[in-house]
């Protein structure tokens, strides 16, 4: 079965705000199992949302409207839908109701365009709505269900989990598994060429790449009559992808990012992290402390950003400043070595490099950043050239120095298990 | 002159990741007067391509695709344009050599696939990249352009603005300026009841009204035979502007953000910075930093997220954070006078809260955050309560921390200003 989401709003053609609903509705169909092929964004004009209706209308099996319930003269989507099915709008008691409380409830009286939002297309399923005034609706045509939903997504998602969601889960035919398989270290071009193969031989399970900043996510989707069964026609593909990237694989679980499988990997071995950041700023830190539980591992953050707080918070040698400079493998080094130091903790990593725009020179380009990572005082220095501007320099050492934390990390525990044998 | 965006794309159809770059275009069209009717995603599915683009060409004077312009086999969005409008694919010396470079910079070998990001529309004109190996294209039909930019936003966005835009730019009819009116700490209802009057009153020039995390932006558009009388136009109601919002107004430079904003101040009175963040976790540093040139007045940070680095990198005392926890004004205070002490900067400013999910109480609810700022000594202490989710929550800290920084040097500058006197 497929479906068609239609957002309706001018505020969102003039990009005041950003379509959130659209991948609310696109996440929660993917997961019901339906096909989406388009979207669309039509303002508050009868003619244009017409014209993009019908369109939806002929192509899908189910089209999801959002936006456009409210009271004001703009909005216009259920006269139009109405318009287009044939149906004549006809007051509903128990909305009229439901208004006269709501306004009583807060003191106010409903204005004439209240009472405009308590009428519903002949014949159409009136969903609940206990969040706003604007009730939602489902017109069941012969060869399409049109789907009305509010344009507030404090209104729309509730009202999606509550009345949509069960509604098409009794339409659906059998289901849809994604899991998906992420990948760091391992360029886009790279990874693409390792599963050529597969691309091409894909049928059910499919498979699609995701090129994130120096990550790259792999989806496999199968459909079948259950979930159980779909499942497990995921699970060759997983395998094999498995015995393909092998260690390079951080997480297969959908909700595991690589600060979090960084984390986890901390936790699990009981070991405490301090960053020390240059270049970066920051970023690193904040990406670790965005996983909730973080402070369980991740001490402290450092952000020596000038010579002398480098000197100052990380003990790194004035005469290694003054014959390396601050971006330098030996800076990097005692900048981590610093952090261990201080900190105390059993993991550090520090950052230091040349973002730019500014400050490249033919030596030390823009772009050249050096990264240290120690484990229990076993460090390990790499350099690294970034392209790109000033924040996607920080953006791609950040993801550089959680993959080498990683290694560093899975070397270290191979290491004493190794000895422990 | 009508444009239409079409974002290319399995990932936002399966609600993987939001449409961020149609909200991002959608804004920019919108303030170089072109009118946008219609928005659609599609897959990266030739025959739905083609579909989506061949009715856009129809009804529009510029169509605007992103997305699909990977080295991938799915990235198709090139080759279904150029199949449309009748043009070969051609070999393109220039990013043949840059695809060179860029993969010797790293010392890799570019795959079969990377040189398929080489090959151009025939006559098509080709758009720099600096971020990445796609470049991007503009299609001249006789009726319609069209305009291909790459789909991660670290690409589309540099692109848009130093290619397309001017574009854009020569190509509508008569010119359009636009002055935006950046106000920090008023709230969004707010803002917009204080210029209701002139919501309704607009004609040329329009009023809009953008909500971002902490800040509203005002943007003033006019339209007029050159760029000069457009100009002309705005200034009366961005006078109007100033007049009702005063020293909330932290610029009228599109370019210039909240934390260039307090740089710049910073920078000017010869003022240097470190904060001390907490459920920040970096995230404060990390925007200070990306302002090029920071490292003028940006000396350090310092991330104590655990009650350990806020004793030992901050002096925080143990009795104070027993007494009345983490996040307390009292520890805010403490933290600021700390990072005060310790980096002998003339501003320092701290954050301590629960960004969530887990970890609030009855007492101190999720949101509860405290921001303290010194200026020279001087401590302002504040409570803020924010919702959201955890990432939302820092965010708005992190904007609010700006907010306030701004308003304890303007008013430390205002006192010196008045003691000379």
Redesign the interface.
Known sequence: MTVELISVGTE?????????N?????????GLGLS????????D?AE?LAL?LKCAMERADIVILSGGLGPTEDDLTKETAAKLCGSRLVDNEDWRKRISEFFDARGMKPTENNWKQAKVPEGAIVLDNPNGTAPGLIMEQKNVRIILLPGPPNELVPMFETSVKPYLEQLAPGAIYSQTVKICGV????V??EI?DL?DAQTNPTL????K?GEVHL?VTASAGSEKEAKKLTKPMVKELKARFGADIYTTEDDVTLEKAVEDLLLANKLTLT?A?SC???????R???V????EV?????????N??KRK?LNVKKSTLQKYGAVSAKTAEEMVKGAAFI?KCDVTVATTGIA???GGTKEKPVGLVYIACSVKGKVTVKEY?F??????V??SAVSAALTLMRSCILEYISDITFRKK
């Not at 360029?187 to 790279?190: I, L, P, Q, R, V």
């Not at 991740?298 to 000038?306: D, E, H, N, P, R």
């Open positions: 969102i053609l003039l990009g005041s705000i950003v379509n959130t659209a991948a609310y509705l696109a996440e929660q169909c993917a989406c092929y388009y979207q669309s964004v039509v303002g004009n244009r993009t360029g886009e071009s790279k693409e060429t050529k691309i699609a790449t995701y090129a900043t989806r960053c950041e970066t700023g920051g970023l690193l830190s904040a670790l402390v965005n909730p539980g973080s402070s991740f001490k402290a953050g450092l952000v020596t950003y000038s002398k707080a918070l900190s730019g725009p500014d050239h392209t790109g501007s000033r924040a996607k920080r953006e």
